[in-house]
């Protein structure tokens, strides 16, 4: 079966996400002719790989379950053009460590490792994992500290570094776990790329996110 990858825009003037408002919006995918942000759309975990590396997109791409095409609309040419790929941070990190031969991937690589480092705020993660595990006591504590530390990156925009993260707003805890089971525990990545729409595969997948959930909970 040919797979379909999301495309991803990079828009030319200030736009919203027309679900949950936030903006202005750095890259966008478009549903019924409305802009909707990439954590709205499920595809806010993936990481940007600027394209020009061919060998270094093409593993990465390879190796992701999900993946999506980054265009931006030029003006002069009067046609979109691609920017690169949103592929999963796991799948890029495989790709560098197969290209560590060439010294260009491995700057890459340390500017990446460094990067991460000075980003990750460890007493924010530490924090959103302890409230992970007192509301779903029975979650395994390393999916716990995944979970926090994806979630929690700084600059990101993800559900730790929001107003209501950083305040263990129990909503928003339980939408960065049920975020992570989604992708991780259930077929949905795989439903995306096979072409069903987000808002069908979110409900076939559902159930799988309530077991896991329930599962994770006191008894």
Not at 84 to 97: M, P, T
Not at 197 to 207: D, F, I, K, L, Y
Request: charged share 30%.
């Amino acid at each position: 079966m040919e797979l379909v990858a999301p495309v991803v825009v990079e828009p030319l003037k200030r736009r919203r996400c027309s679900e949950c408002r936030q903006g202005p919006l750095e890259r966008m995918i478009v549903e019924f002719n409305a802009p909707v942000c990439l954590d709205c759309a499920d595809l806010g975990h993936l990481v940007f790989l600027r394209r020009g590396d061919t060998a270094l997109t093409r593993r990465a791409r390879e190796g992701s379950s999900l993946w999506a095409v980054v265009v931006r609309h030029n003006r002069r040419r009067t046609r979109y053009e691609r920017q690169g790929l949103l592929v999963e941070e796991a799948a890029l990190i495989r790709a560098e460590a197969a290209c560590l031969a060439d010294a260009e991937a491995r700057a890459r690589r340390r500017a990446r490792d460094a990067v991460r480092r000075t980003a990750r705020d460890a007493e924010v993660t530490a924090a959103l994992e302890a409230e992970i595990l007192r509301l779903f006591p029975r979650c395994p504590v390393e999916r716990a500290a995944e979970i926090a530390a994806h979630a929690s990156l700084k600059g990101s925009g993800r559900v730790g570094r929001t107003a209501a993260g950083r305040a263990l707003d129990r909503g928003a805890v339980t939408a960065a776990v049920r975020a992570a089971v989604r992708h991780v525990d259930t077929e949905y990545d795989a439903l995306l790329m096979r072409g069903v729409p987000r808002h069908q595969a979110r409900e076939r997948v559902a159930p799988a996110i309530e077991a896991v959930l329930r599962a994770w909970l006191r008894t």
